[in-house]
């Protein structure tokens, strides 16, 4: 068999879809079907949803309860467009790179070897409702006193309940969240009186964009070793997943904190609000992950340590007077985990 009578890299990333087992019943995805429909239909007569962009948002909330539907859908278009953008002059070698959603929870993100010895980046489909809720709970309080407050009418236990649900299903690998915790609901979070919350909107796009671009940058700094991958069972299947060392995982973070944030004082402001959510997602991260097991033993370095990478890549790329007032933002952010552990 010649390498022109296999599957291309993109052909190869759509069969997965159609062999993964984890789909729920035809009767429950019909109904998820409709209520996201009707909640976007609602929302539009509201005028809180332009009616032009009524498919990305049914798209939205169905991403992490139909894989198919979520797959290559336009949120996913969307993610992949914008994180592009970041790399001016580089796009022709990634925008190639075939990239969908797979509901398999094992990790966030990772790049799969391909029949021709390529690559196509999967990217798990529950992030978009875990970031979601857990971004919100942040954000709600980050910002409790400031004229840029969401969710008011709930308290930051509400909100730490809310969080700490999303970590535990992280944590064992579920995409079934306790919608309810005694009195609070995290419909609160993800229901139609809470989306679109642009502010929460755009750091999960931030966050997402900077997962996607680590992967780009496995690619970049050739990483992604044919002779270094590990099996991992994809539904029917199983598939080949890239082995990367922690060195490379730094690099690879590198790669994308140097694309993401830019240069001089005059976009503050912009790396700020990208600062802030990578800063979430590495501490949403660390929540995640075992204390007790060794850092030597795992597929990544800690995320604190990673955090800690991003910061000095970060105050040597963007420059130390800069970097001082990035300080403010992001220990600002590691000060509201640290409330966060008391209600663990």
């Given at each position: 068999?010649?390498?022109?009578?296999?599957?291309?890299?993109?052909?190869?990333?759509?069969?997965?879809?159609?062999?993964?087992?984890?789909?729920?019943?035809?009767?429950?995805?019909?109904?998820?079907?409709?209520?996201?429909?009707?909640?976007?239909?609602?929302?539009?007569?509201?005028?809180?949803?332009?009616?032009?962009?009524?498919?990305?948002?049914?798209?939205?909330?169905?991403?992490?309860?139909?894989?198919?539907?979520?797959?290559?859908?336009?949120?996913?278009?969307?993610?992949?467009?914008?994180?592009?953008?970041?790399?001016?002059?580089?796009?022709?070698?990634?925008?190639?790179?075939?990239?969908?959603?797979?509901?398999?929870?094992?990790?966030?993100?990772?790049?799969?070897?391909?029949?021709?010895?390529?690559?196509?980046?999967?990217?798990?489909?529950?992030?978009?409702?875990?970031?979601?809720?857990?971004?919100?709970?942040?954000?709600?309080?980050?910002?409790?006193?400031?004229?840029?407050?969401?969710?008011?009418h709930h308290s930051n236990e509400t909100y730490a309940a809310n969080l700490y649900s999303v970590v535990n299903a992280m944590k064992s690998g579920s995409i079934i969240i306790m919608t309810t915790t005694g009195e609070h609901s995290i419909a609160d979070c993800v229901g139609d009186g809470a989306w679109p919350e642009q502010m929460v909107a755009q750091n999960i796009q931030y966050?997402?964009?900077?997962?996607?671009?680590?992967?780009?940058?496995?690619?970049?700094?050739?990483?992604?070793?044919?002779?270094?991958?590990?099996?991992?069972?994809?539904?029917?299947?199983?598939?080949?997943?890239?082995?990367?060392?922690?060195?490379?995982?730094?690099?690879?973070?590198?790669?994308?904190?140097?694309?993401?944030?830019?240069?001089?004082?005059?976009?503050?402001?912009?790396?700020?609000?990208?600062?802030?959510?990578?800063?979430?997602?590495?501490?949403?991260?660390?929540?995640?992950?075992?204390?007790?097991?060794?850092?030597?033993?795992?597929?990544?370095?800690?995320?604190?340590?990673?955090?800690?990478?991003?910061?000095?890549?970060?105050?040597?790329?963007?420059?130390?007077?800069?970097?001082?007032?990035?300080?403010?933002?992001?220990?600002?952010?590691?000060?509201?985990?640290?409330?966060?552990?008391?209600?663990?």
């Amino acid at each position: 068999m010649t390498k022109n009578d296999l599957p291309t890299d993109q052909q190869y990333l759509k069969t997965l879809i159609r062999d993964l087992s984890l789909r729920l019943p035809k009767a429950i995805v019909s109904q998820q079907e409709k209520r996201a429909s009707e909640s976007v239909d609602e929302l539009i007569m509201k005028g809180r949803i332009d009616p032009k962009d009524r498919q990305y948002y049914i798209d939205f909330n169905l991403a992490h309860i139909n894989p198919e539907t979520a797959f290559q859908g336009s949120a996913l278009t969307s993610l992949k467009s914008r994180t592009l953008a970041y790399l001016a002059g580089e796009e022709a070698v990634f925008e190639v790179v075939p990239v969908g959603m797979l509901s398999i929870p094992e990790m966030n993100a990772f790049a799969i070897r391909t029949p021709r010895g390529g690559a196509a980046i999967a990217l798990y489909s529950g992030l978009w409702l875990f970031l979601k809720i857990a971004f919100y709970a942040l954000l709600a309080i980050m910002y409790r006193k400031t004229e840029y407050s969401i969710g008011a009418h709930h308290s930051n236990e509400t909100y730490a309940a809310n969080l700490y649900s999303v970590v535990n299903a992280m944590k064992s690998g579920s995409i079934i969240i306790m919608t309810t915790t005694g009195e609070h609901s995290i419909a609160d979070c993800v229901g139609d009186g809470a989306w679109p919350e642009q502010m929460v909107a755009q750091n999960i796009q931030y966050a997402l964009s900077f997962i996607l671009l680590h992967e780009f940058g496995h690619i970049h700094h050739g990483h992604l070793d044919i002779n270094l991958t590990r099996r991992m069972s994809a539904g029917k299947r199983d598939v080949d997943i890239y082995l990367t060392s922690h060195k490379q995982e730094f690099e690879a973070d590198e790669f994308a904190v140097r694309r993401i944030l830019l240069k001089g004082e005059r976009n503050l402001v912009h790396n700020v609000l990208h600062m802030t959510s990578i800063t979430m997602l590495f501490l949403l991260f660390d929540l995640c992950e075992d204390d007790n097991f060794p850092e030597t033993l795992g597929t990544h370095p800690k995320s604190k340590r990673r955090l800690e990478r991003v910061y000095t890549v970060c105050k040597d790329w963007c420059g130390e007077s800069t970097w001082m007032q990035l300080q403010e933002a992001t220990g600002y952010v590691e000060a509201v985990f640290e409330i966060l552990k008391k209600h663990k």
